[in-house]
């Protein structure tokens, strides 16, 4: 079993859809979690934190559910824009390997007009 | 976007051959990581550093080797390729007030 686990899709939806996407991880000790983007044949890029509480930046939400080890990430409102593979990665804690993430193999969406 | 470099962007070599990847920051941090991306294998860390000289193993090290002698260089050596070394590589940098991670643009390597 990998560490971390997406559903690969791929999801395509019509422009103004909601989408959510899960990614399960395996070790409860995990400290840190992020959600990127990836463009085709491009570099990943920070989409946003995740924190216990929840975080919201615009149309995209982030929540973690530790009792369930998963982070979700939802986007509101799907623009043609937002298509792209969403990347989730876990970092296992503060210590010499502090920043050491593991990533899942991404989601693909894609937004359809 | 973080200061960070590759180099070269793509590159063709034949089996045998060693191969250099530099990775260059201009963002003082503490760590870097190599990675290779490969179809249905998504991003897999090879190498990283937690300072200068400071290296550690990721999850597909094997055939590869790192080092770093100044703070914005970590460097990726392939000292023989192969043909399953064939990937995109890249390079990320992690601030030491965080741990989440700024990538690179990737370089193509195509082993022949």
């Known amino acids: 079993r990998k560490e971390v686990e997406q559903d690969p899709g791929p999801f395509n939806v019509p422009e103004g859809a909601t989408v959510a996407f899960n990614c399960t991880y395996s070790?409860?000790?995990?400290?840190?979690f992020f959600w990127y983007r990836q463009d085709c044949r491009k570099e990943p890029k920070l989409l946003m934190s995740v924190y216990s509480s929840g975080n919201e930046d615009g149309r995209f939400t982030a929540q973690l559910n530790r009792a369930s080890q998963y982070i979700s990430l939802l986007i509101r409102d799907s623009k043609l824009s937002d298509s792209a593979t969403y990347l989730c990665?876990?970092?296992?804690?503060?210590?010499?390997?502090?920043?050491?993430?593991?990533f899942g193999d991404g989601t693909t969406l894609t937004v359809k007009p | 976007d973080a200061g960070i470099t590759q180099s070269p962007r793509h590159k063709v070599t034949e089996t045998g051959t060693p191969v250099t990847l530099r990775c260059h920051q201009t963002e003082n941090h503490r760590y870097m990581y190599w990675y290779r991306q490969d179809p249905g294998h998504g991003l897999r860390l090879i190498h990283y550093s937690y300072g200068v000289k400071d290296t550690d193993k990721g999850e597909v090290s094997d055939g590869y080797s790192v080092s770093r002698s100044k703070t914005e260089d970590f460097l990726l050596t392939l000292e023989s390729a192969t043909s399953s070394q064939t990937s995109v590589y890249f390079c990320a940098i992690s601030p030491p007030e965080g741990s989440e991670q700024y990538f690179g643009p990737g370089t193509r390597l195509t082993v022949t």
């Open positions: 990665a876990v970092n296992g804690g503060y210590n010499t390997n502090a920043g050491k993430s593991t």
């Open positions: 070790n409860s000790a995990s400290q840190s």
